[in-house]
């Protein structure tokens, strides 16, 4: 038996709660996760998993023994990087998962050079606004605008998206240009509205004047849950879109996109990193996250009332 093997084995089952699970994220045969982990029963001489025919629940031991297999494989890895023979940088396979315009407007383009920083990390990244099971589904972290709606995870404020509100010319053209954001709410217009991950209500929009405050759902003949067809949709004049600075901007520039209530202010969506609550967070997760920050750091700063309360 290699231990480091039904360790991992092991750690994966029960974060999957499954050995099929566990066995797709490891790319193993089912059997031969179930073969490790009898193993390593055998070896210890104590029962980790309960199984039943629809779910693997962790014993008493296996709890205990998890929670310091976990701490003991991400140090292992940080230290296997650290040896003077080893590569200084590190490595391995970082899943991740972003929304998909996040990536194609900014981290596509900077991804070179984190590369160029840390060439042995490699991506596994999905591109989605779904809600992911961070565990389940052994992904390491997950980029997300608004709050983080598991309160289980642990997040890092890396962002504040500005937001604005815009109409494609043909949209206008039709249902006139609204003047006040109160006028959302009139019969003759209508918003795209985005659907967030796992709820069926819409951002609450809000937007600020002086001392004026105006919160407002809109009418709606259109819901949508991704970012980029969201804006398609804006674009094909369907609706009144709130839209973060940078999804925006090159639209804006070109005509196909107008900016509305150029002297109201809509409030900031954070955005953060979120990633199980490990003890021990990877030495590649950790570089991800900061590399993250750095990033926003130019396109979406965090605000700065914020950033002084950190």
């Not at 206008?172 to 795209?192: F, K, M, N, Y």
């Amino acid at each position: 038996m290699d231990r480091f093997d039904a360790m991992k084995a092991f750690v994966r089952v029960v974060e999957a709660g499954s050995f099929t699970k566990a066995a797709q994220t490891l790319h193993m045969s089912r059997t031969t996760v179930t073969q490790l982990v009898q193993q390593l029963e055998a070896r210890l001489r104590l029962k980790l998993l309960n199984r039943t025919t629809r779910r693997v629940n962790v014993t008493e031991d296996g709890a205990v023994y998890y929670d310091r297999i976990v701490r003991v494989l991400a140090e292992l890895e940080d230290v296997e990087s650290s040896l003077p023979g080893a590569s200084a940088a590190p490595g391995g396979v970082l899943r991740v998962d972003v929304p998909s315009p996040f990536a194609a407007i900014i981290l596509m383009p900077a991804l070179p050079q984190f590369h160029a920083r840390y060439p042995e990390i490699q991506f596994d990244m999905g591109a989605s606004d779904r809600k992911v099971d961070l565990i389940g589904e052994n992904v390491d972290c997950v980029v997300r605008g608004g709050a983080i709606a598991d309160p289980s995870l642990a997040a890092r404020h890396v962002g504040d998206l500005q937001l604005g509100v815009y109409a494609a010319p043909a949209y206008l053209a039709r249902a006139g240009t609204p003047r006040h954001p109160a006028e959302l709410q009139d019969g003759g217009h209508r918003i795209v509205k985005y659907r967030w991950s796992g709820s069926d209500d819409g951002f609450p929009y809000a937007m600020h004047k002086g001392g004026e405050s105006v919160r407002m759902q809109g009418r709606h003949i259109l819901t949508i849950d991704d970012g980029n067809a969201y804006l398609a949709a804006g674009l094909a004049g369907l609706g009144v879109l709130w839209l973060p600075e940078y999804m925006a901007k090159a639209h804006a520039a070109s005509g196909a996109l107008m900016p509305l209530f150029a002297d109201w202010r809509s409030d900031p969506m954070p955005l953060y990193v979120a990633y199980p609550p490990r003890r021990h967070v990877s030495k590649k997760l950790r570089v991800f996250i900061d590399w993250v920050a750095e990033l926003m750091a130019q396109h979406a700063p965090v605000a700065a009332y914020d950033a002084a309360a950190r």
